[in-house]
C-alpha cells in the first residue's frame, strides 16, 4: 500500500503497491523542465512535455500518488461544478464554449493515453444522472441543463432515476466517464519513464532560485532546470494564488452491497454541497462510491460527522453489506470558477503552475498538462489566456513570492515540555487533540492510541494562523490556507513547505527541572 496525505485509506491506496522509480536523476545535467508533484497533473504534464521532445525530471515529495489524486473519486465530466451559465456570467459565451471543448479534449487524452500504453485501470464511458429534489434545486437544475445542452453536451430530461431516491426532476448526461486514478497515474508514469522522463520520490523540492537557470533546492540535493512546474495542487509558499484558492475537505466511502444492485451510471444530487454515487470495480470486487459532505478546511468542529452523514444517507438508500474504505481529502477552489494555469503570479516567465480545479481536477489536469506543454513550446492558443493566473487582480501592498514564510522561528527551541503538567492541562482520551495554553504560550496536544502525548507549536508555518484538530484524518489544518501536518506536525499538505515546530516532552520530572535551570 502507498501513503497518502491522510490517516484514512482510500479504494485506490488500499489496492496498489508502491510505484518503483526505475532511473536515476542527474544533479549535473540542465533539465528542460522540471515538474514538482506526483499527482495526476505532475505526470500528465510531464509526459506531454517529454513526448514533445523536452528532457524532463518529475520530483515527488513522498510517493506516486500521495496528494488528492490518490483521495479523489474519480469521475470524469464535461457537466462541471461551475456551471456553464455561471462561466458565461463570470466570463463570456465564448469562454463557456472553450472550457467545454478543453474539457472534453483532456477525457479524449485520458482515454487516448490508456490506449496507447495499455493501461488497465476500469476506464469506460457511461451516462451521468443529475436530479433534483425541491423547487428551488430544480429551479438551479434547469439552468445547468439549458447551459449545458448549448454548450454542445447531450442532456436529456428523464422520468426515470436508476437508483432509489425521490425526484423532481432529473437529466441525463451522455459522454461521462470513470476509472481508477492510481491505476492511470501509474501508467502515465511508466510511459514517462519509457520515454526518457526521470522520477524522483521522496524528494521535497524546498526552495528555487531563478537567476539564468532554475536552481531547485530539494531534500536530497539540488537540481537545474530551465523551467519549473508547480503541480503540486497549489504551490508552496506565499503567492496571491493561493490566496484565491479556498481549500475544502471532501468525503468518500466505498461500500459492498447486499443485493448487488450497483449503478451502472454516475449519479448526483442537487444538495449543497452535493453527494454522489457511483460503481467501480477494482482488483476483481465491485464498489459503490459515495461522496460529498464537504467543507472549508479546518472550518468543521466535528470531521467525523461528515462521514457518519455519508454513511446513514447510503444506507436510507442501498442494501450496505460492508463499509470497506472511509477517507477524506483536499481540493481547491478558486476565487472565479475555473482552474489558474500557466505563468505563476509574480513569478518570472518560466515557472508554471496549475491549480483550483475544484472538484474537476481529474478533467482539469489534462486541460493544465496541454495548455503548459502549448506555452513551453511556443505555441500560443486561446486557452492561455482564459486560464492565465494573472487574471487574479493584484492586491495592494502584496508581494508575490515562492518561497517559505523566513519569519516563522522555532520559539521552542531547545524546551522540554513536562507531560503530566500538560496531561493535567488536557484531558483527552486516546486519540484526542487539544490546543492548550501552557506557560504563556499555545500548545497543540495529542495523546494517541497508546496514551503518549505528541505536542507542537500550533503556529502555521505558511502565514502564522493557528491549526485545529481534524479528528477523522489526525491531522492539523490550517483554517486560512488548508496547510496540513500530521500529529508530530509534518507537513502533508501545501502551502506549508515547513513542518510544525516538535516540541520535546519528558516523562521524568527532574529531567524538566534540571533543563529549566539553565
Ligand atoms: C474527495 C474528492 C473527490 C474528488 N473527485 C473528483 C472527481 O470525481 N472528478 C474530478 O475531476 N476531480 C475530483 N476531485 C479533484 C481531483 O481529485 C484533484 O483536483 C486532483 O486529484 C488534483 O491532482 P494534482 O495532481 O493537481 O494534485 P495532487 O494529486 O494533490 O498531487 C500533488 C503532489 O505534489 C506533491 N508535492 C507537494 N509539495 C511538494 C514539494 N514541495 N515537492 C515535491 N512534491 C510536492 C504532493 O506530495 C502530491 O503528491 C476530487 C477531490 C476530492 C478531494
Given at each position: 500500500m502507498?501513503?497518502r496525505?491522510a490517516?484514512?485509506?482510500?479504494?485506490w491506496?488500499g489496492?496498489i503497491?508502491?510505484?518503483q522509480s526505475?532511473?536515476?536523476?542527474?544533479?549535473?545535467?540542465t533539465?528542460?523542465?522540471?515538474i514538482?508533484?506526483?499527482?495526476?497533473?505532475?505526470?500528465t504534464?510531464a509526459l506531454?512535455?517529454?513526448?514533445a521532445?523536452?528532457?524532463?525530471?518529475?520530483?515527488?515529495?513522498?510517493?506516486i500518488?500521495?496528494g488528492?489524486?490518490?483521495?479523489?473519486?474519480?469521475?470524469?465530466n464535461t457537466?462541471?461544478?461551475?456551471?456553464?451559465a455561471?462561466?458565461e456570467?463570470n466570463?463570456?459565451?465564448?469562454?463557456?464554449g472553450l472550457v467545454?471543448?478543453?474539457?472534453g479534449?483532456?477525457i479524449?487524452?485520458i482515454?487516448?493515453?490508456?490506449?496507447?500504453?495499455?493501461?488497465?485501470?476500469?476506464?469506460?464511458y457511461t451516462?451521468a444522472?443529475?436530479?433534483a429534489?425541491?423547487e428551488k434545486?430544480t429551479?438551479a437544475?434547469?439552468?445547468?441543463a439549458k447551459?449545458a445542452?448549448?454548450?454542445?453536451?447531450?442532456?436529456?430530461?428523464q422520468?426515470?432515476?436508476?437508483v432509489?431516491?425521490?425526484?423532481?426532476?432529473a437529466?441525463k448526461?451522455?459522454?461521462q466517464a470513470?476509472?481508477?486514478?492510481?491505476a492511470?497515474?501509474?501508467g502515465?508514469a511508466?510511459?514517462?519513464?519509457?520515454a526518457?522522463?526521470?522520477?524522483v520520490?521522496d524528494c521535497?523540492v524546498?526552495?528555487?532560485?531563478?537567476?539564468?537557470h532554475?536552481?531547485v533546492?530539494?531534500?536530497?540535493g539540488?537540481f537545474t532546470?530551465m523551467n519549473i512546474v508547480?503541480a503540486?495542487h497549489?504551490?508552496?509558499?506565499i503567492n496571491l494564488?493561493?490566496?484565491r484558492c479556498?481549500?475544502?475537505?471532501s468525503?468518500?466511502?466505498?461500500v459492498?452491497?447486499?443485493?448487488n444492485a450497483?449503478?451502472?451510471?454516475?449519479?448526483?444530487?442537487?444538495?449543497e454541497?452535493?453527494h454522489?454515487f457511483?460503481?467501480?470495480?477494482v482488483?476483481?470486487?465491485k464498489y459503490?462510491?459515495?461522496g460529498g459532505?464537504?467543507h472549508?478546511?479546518?472550518?468543521?468542529?466535528?470531521t467525523e460527522?461528515?462521514f457518519?452523514n455519508l454513511?446513514?444517507?447510503?444506507?436510507?438508500h442501498?442494501k450496505?453489506k460492508?463499509?470497506?474504505y472511509?477517507?477524506?481529502s483536499?481540493?481547491y477552489?478558486?476565487?472565479?470558477g475555473?482552474?489558474?494555469?500557466?505563468?505563476?503570479?509574480g513569478?518570472?516567465?518560466?515557472?508554471?503552475v496549475a491549480t483550483?480545479?475544484?472538484g474537476?481536477?481529474?478533467?482539469y489536469?489534462?486541460v493544465?498538462?496541454m495548455?503548459?506543454r502549448?506555452i513551453i513550446?511556443g505555441k500560443?492558443r486561446a486557452?492561455?489566456?482564459l486560464?492565465?493566473p494573472n487574471?487574479i487582480k493584484?492586491?495592494?501592498?502584496f508581494t508575490?513570492f515562492?518561497?517559505h514564510?523566513?519569519?516563522?522561528v522555532?520559539?521552542?527551541?531547545?524546551k522540554?515540555?513536562p507531560?503530566?503538567k500538560?496531561a493535567?492541562?488536557?484531558e483527552?482520551?486516546?486519540g484526542?487533540a487539544?490546543?492548550v495554553?501552557y506557560d504563556?504560550h499555545?500548545v497543540?496536544l495529542y495523546?494517541?492510541d497508546?496514551?503518549?502525548?505528541?505536542?507542537?507549536?500550533p503556529?502555521?508555518?505558511h502565514m502564522k494562523?493557528?491549526?485545529?484538530?481534524n479528528?477523522?484524518?489526525?491531522?492539523?489544518?490550517?483554517?486560512?490556507h488548508?496547510a496540513?501536518y500530521?500529529?508530530d506536525g509534518?507537513?502533508l499538505?501545501?502551502?506549508?513547505?515547513?513542518?510544525?515546530?516538535?516540541?520535546?516532552?519528558?516523562?521524568?520530572?527532574?529531567?524538566?527541572?534540571?533543563?529549566?535551570q539553565?
Open positions: 502507498i501513503q496525505d490517516s484514512t485509506i482510500s479504494l491506496q489496492n503497491e508502491p510505484f526505475t532511473l536515476i536523476a542527474d544533479h549535473m545535467a533539465y528542460d523542465v522540471i514538482v508533484g506526483g499527482g495526476i497533473t505532475g505526470l504534464t506531454l512535455l517529454q513526448e521532445g523536452k528532457r524532463c525530471l518529475l520530483l515527488e515529495a513522498n510517493n500518488g500521495f488528492t489524486t490518490g483521495g479523489t473519486t474519480a469521475h470524469l457537466i462541471l461544478d461551475t456551471s456553464y455561471q462561466i456570467k466570463f463570456s459565451k465564448e469562454d463557456a467545454r471543448e478543453s474539457v479534449a483532456a479524449g487524452l482515454q487516448q493515453n490508456i490506449e496507447r500504453f495499455s493501461i488497465d485501470c476500469g476506464f469506460d451516462d444522472y443529475l436530479f429534489q425541491d434545486q429551479e437544475l434547469d439552468i445547468i447551459s445542452r448549448e454548450e454542445g453536451v447531450n442532456i436529456t430530461l422520468d426515470q432515476l436508476p432509489p431516491f425521490n425526484f423532481t426532476k437529466y448526461i451522455a459522454g470513470r476509472f481508477n486514478p492510481l492511470y497515474i501509474y502515465l511508466r510511459a514517462f519513464e519509457n526518457g522522463g526521470i522520477i520520490q521535497r524546498i526552495e528555487i532560485h531563478n537567476t539564468n532554475i536552481k533546492d530539494t531534500t536530497i539540488e532546470g508547480y503540486t497549489v504551490p508552496p509558499g494564488v493561493h490566496l479556498v481549500p475544502y475537505r468525503y468518500a466511502l466505498a459492498r452491497l447486499a443485493d450497483y449503478p451502472a451510471e454516475l449519479i448526483y444530487d442537487m444538495h454541497p452535493y454522489y457511483r460503481t467501480q470495480e482488483n476483481g470486487k459503490l462510491i459515495a459532505e464537504d472549508q478546511t479546518g472550518h468543521h468542529e466535528n460527522q461528515c457518519r454513511e446513514a444517507l447510503v444506507r436510507a442501498f450496505v460492508s463499509v470497506d472511509k477517507w477524506s483536499q481540493f477552489e478558486s476565487a472565479d475555473l482552474p489558474y494555469i500557466g505563468n505563476m503570479p513569478q518570472p516567465d518560466n515557472v508554471y483550483g480545479f475544484g474537476n481536477g481529474m478533467v489536469s489534462g493544465a498538462a495548455v503548459i502549448n513550446m500560443h486557452t492561455e489566456k486560464f492565465n487574471r493584484p492586491i495592494a501592498g508575490n515562492v518561497t514564510n523566513a519569519d516563522v522555532k520559539l521552542f527551541f531547545g522540554l515540555f507531560a503530566h500538560l493535567e492541562l488536557a483527552m482520551a486516546p484526542e487539544q490546543v495554553n504563556g499555545r497543540a495523546k494517541d497508546e496514551g503518549m502525548l505528541h505536542a507542537v507549536n503556529v502555521c508555518t494562523c493557528e491549526v485545529g484538530w479528528s477523522a484524518e489526525r491531522s492539523w489544518d490550517c483554517p486560512c488548508g496540513r500530521d500529529a509534518k507537513v499538505n501545501t502551502p506549508a513547505d515547513r513542518d510544525l515546530e516538535h516540541l520535546d516532552i519528558s516523562h521524568d520530572t527532574s529531567k524538566v527541572e534540571a533543563h529549566e539553565f
